[in-house]
């Protein structure tokens, strides 16, 4: 299954990357590690754009502006485009391609299934997905919707939009709220699960076939602190793993099959319950996380290094190291850990280089830096960190996360703790307070 290539194959190509997010510096890296020349564009200032100030080259332009891009991917002789781990720029990346001739991740249908929620919802239903029972707006507004419901934006990005209403007056506050956020305007309300585990999966497909990365449970934060729709921590493999492989596994590789993916990377989330997972929101792109870079450095499967040679060369057989059983991850526990803060502006943040300096730590994500402002919107707006770590001993759980937080220090510009929804493993469950 692993393939060799020629060490300088890819030396010099030019690669555009869409969207220059601190999770893009690991495919600019590994661009860079295959000899490959990157350019990221944005509309940010390059200080303001991690990957941007580690590229070769950065372009300040928009990711929808569409014709400006090619026509600068013509002028500066571009061989390959790519997005990897950023909802904005799913459909202008497949246009690019389409438009330039190059190599691309999904058809422009597949990106409308994968990227439109209600899209997905009625695709999947008709091809052997459980999916979150849903109503309309005026099944909602006129008391027919079994509340409480979830409202969010039919076509948006990091959580922003969302609200869990009780009543039809909250719902139709929510629902103008959420066409705000919503690319295309729409709404989508389903049934709120919360009884229920949520859960994430994503699998890189090589040449049409699915690989399984990850499979986890994700934990979201309290109604206290206004963050429980915002994941602030995921365990892979979930619990529930061999479940998952008996009763759904197969219906997603059967989903994919009927859409006829035949490389790249797709997430999709949803709630677990005995196996059986009732989805709600998909994506044809890696998360939006450094799992990745931990899968690579536990496995040897490199995700970022195969979509960077696919970009450049249209090769769907691409691949870096054996992605066959990597959700299994050994044996081990993989864990994504987000640090949510406070309203207010961080004067401090402290403990970092001990925390990195644990061979259990693999990745840190600095998504907020000190003097940044902090403004309380109950989404990734409030994640000041995120860490990826890698416990061989799923025992070690109860241990890292007491570690984490208590190394961890984020203070105001007044020395006050600022960090909230911390995590904790008691008992046998995860706890977040």
Known sequence: MPSTYPPDELKGKKLLLLAGADPHRKVVDAAHELGVYVIVADYLPDEESPAKLIADESWLVN???????????????VEGVLNFCSDAPQVPYQKICEKLGFPCFGTAEQFAVLSEKRSFRAYAKEHGLLIVPSYTVEEALEGEADYPVFVKPSCGRGSRGQAICQTTAEAQEAIAAAREFSLDGEVVIEKYMGAY????????????????MKVGDRFLGTKEEGMDRQQ????????????????????????LSDLGIRFGALFLQGFIDGG???????????????????????????SMKSAVRFALTGDETSCFGDPRDAFRLKGGKGVILAIDVRPGTIGAIEGLDVLMADPRSHCLSERHRVGDVIQKTGDVGQRALEII?????????????????????????????????????????????
């Open 197 to 212: 585990q949520d859960f994430g999966s994503s699998y890189f497909i090589i040449d049409s076939v699915p690989y399984l």
């Open 63 to 77: 990711v929808f502006d569409v014709d400006e891009l090619v026509d600068r991917c013509r002028e500066a002789g």
């Open 276 to 302: 059986d997972v009732y989805y709600y929101d998909p994506g044809l792109r890696m998360p939006g996380s450094d799992f990745d870079v931990m899968i690579r450095n536990v496995t040897g499967f490199d």
């Open 232 to 255: 602030v921590m995921n365990v892979s493999p979930t619990d529930q793993i061999e479940r998952y492989l008996e009763k759904t596994d197969p219906r997603v590789r059967s989903f």
């Open 389 to 433: 770590a890698y416990l061989p001993n799923k025992d070690d759980l109860a241990d890292y996360l007491q570690f984490a937080f208590d190394t961890i220090r984020i203070l105001d510009v007044e020395g006050e703790d600022m960090v909230i929804c911390r995590a904790s493993y008691e008992n046998g469950s995860i706890q977040i307070r």
